[in-house]
T-cell receptor, first 115, second 112 residues
Framework: EAQVTQNPRYLITVTGKKLTVTCSQN?????MSWYRQDPGLGLRQIYY???????DKGDVPEGYKVSRKEKRNFPLILESPSPNQTSLYFC??????????????FGPGTRLTVT | AQTVTQSQPEMSVQEAETVTLSCTYD???????LFWYKQPPSRQMILVIR??????QNATENRFSVNFQKAAKSFSLKISDSQLGDAAMYFC?????????FGQGTILTVHP
């Protein structure tokens, strides 16, 4: 079954404690991205990757890091989380960033709370 | 900057009635895709309908249809014969080079 998985689904942590949210897809997609969802703002792109070892900032990258060492995995790293990073996070993937990006696959979301 | 605007934070509809959710967007591109996503309480992002900009015909998926006005950059979603299961947050979105740009969302309540 084609899918994007994220772990954990829920996470409560404290300010400053490094954490990683994993994302994995089994469709051999080149393009992967992370979004955060906040009330009244919709979803906004944090980082994206067009292929292995190719990553770039989205609209709200501050406080986040990513890596793409394997095609299937695209972890989101918060090295020193702060309360303003409390949000709902989605990983998404598509075959490429070209016309085939009309087909987007979303992970189930990760609810992060930073106290 | 490309933007997507949903001007209705909340909408409500009676079961079996019709409701229209509004969306406007801004782009200088001529060929692109527009989407409506549904997000139920489970938080899963579910694709409702997709429209390719160069297609004149409005997309339809069962009870869901769009009114796509390219010149006006308007992309509204019509839900016919509303059901209780349609209650959710709805997002309008536009894709460019893999990146989705979302509107603010509209919460739809369906009254029995």
């Amino acid at each position: 079954e084609a899918q994007v998985t994220q772990n954990p689904r829920y996470l409560i942590t404290v300010t400053g404690k490094k954490l990683t949210v994993t994302c994995s897809q089994n469709m051999n997609h080149e393009y992967m991205s992370w979004y955060r969802q906040d009330p009244g703002l919709g979803l906004r792109q944090i980082y994206y990757s067009m292929n292995v070892e190719v990553t770039d900032k989205g609209d709200v990258p501050e406080g986040y890091k990513v890596s793409r060492k394997e095609k299937r995995n695209f972890p989101l790293i918060l090295e020193s989380p702060s309360p303003n990073q409390t949000s709902l996070y989605f990983c998404a993937s598509s075959l490429t960033s070209g016309r085939s990006s009309y087909e987007q696959y979303f992970g189930p979301g990760t609810r992060l709370t930073v106290t | 900057a490309q933007t997507v605007t949903q001007s209705q934070p909340e909408m409500s509809v009676q079961e079996a009635e019709t409701v229209t959710l509004s969306c406007t967007y801004d782009t200088s591109e001529s060929d692109y895709y527009l989407f409506w996503y549904k997000q139920p309480p489970s938080r899963q992002m579910i694709l409702v309908i997709r429209q390719e900009a160069y297609k004149q015909q409005n997309a339809t998926e069962n009870r869901f249809s769009v009114n796509f006005q390219k010149a006006a950059k308007s992309f509204s979603l019509k839900i016919s014969d509303s059901q209780l299961g349609d209650a959710a947050m709805y997002f309008c979105a536009w894709v460019e080079y893999g990146k989705l740009t979302f509107g603010q969302g509209t919460i739809l309540t369906v009254h029995p």
